[in-house]
């Protein structure tokens, strides 16, 4: 073997090593928040997104949610796609800068391009029913094993 072959070899072999060693600190970072989305990937708590929430009111008030409760839209919930039923979340309006926490207890939105779907109560305190759809930030605060 080359001496130049030789020492690729042993770069190879120590990029092979630290791949190894960031997917075990992975696996064990997301084992330990205990909790999974529906589509299986681990939410840790501090999980954070950005993207258009809309807000769902009296046509939905009194359904069945997907967490089988009834639907209150005077109640501080949201939908969201994947994250666990019962995770509370912080949303802030990234263009008022409001925040509220909302427990998530339905599957939504349905609608592309959109993150959230909020309660009337929660669009209401982000100063958000006029606009109907608004740009947020959302933090996890707390998964629950609701589903």
């Not at 681990?42 to 009111?57: K, L």
């Not at 997907?66 to 263009?95: F, I, Q």
Request: charged letters at 20%.
């Amino acid at each position: 073997m080359l001496a130049g072959q030789q020492g690729a070899c042993s770069t190879i072999d120590s990029m092979r090593k630290a791949s190894l060693w960031l997917v075990c600190l992975l696996l064990a970072t997301g084992c330990a928040t205990g909790r999974v989305s529906r589509d299986g990937i681990p939410v840790p708590n501090g999980y954070t997104a950005s993207g258009q929430a809309s807000w769902y009111g009296r046509p939905h008030h009194g359904r069945r949610t997907s967490s089988g409760e009834v639907y209150d839209m005077n109640k501080l919930t949201a939908a969201h796609r994947t994250l666990p039923l019962g995770t509370r979340v912080l949303v802030t309006n990234r263009d008022n800068g409001r925040t509220v926490e909302v427990r998530i207890n339905d599957r939504g939105p349905f609608r592309r391009g959109r993150i959230l779907d909020l309660s009337y109560a929660a669009a209401r305190q982000l100063g958000a029913i006029g606009e109907g759809v608004i740009p947020v930030t959302f933090k996890v605060l707390a998964t629950s094993s609701g589903e």
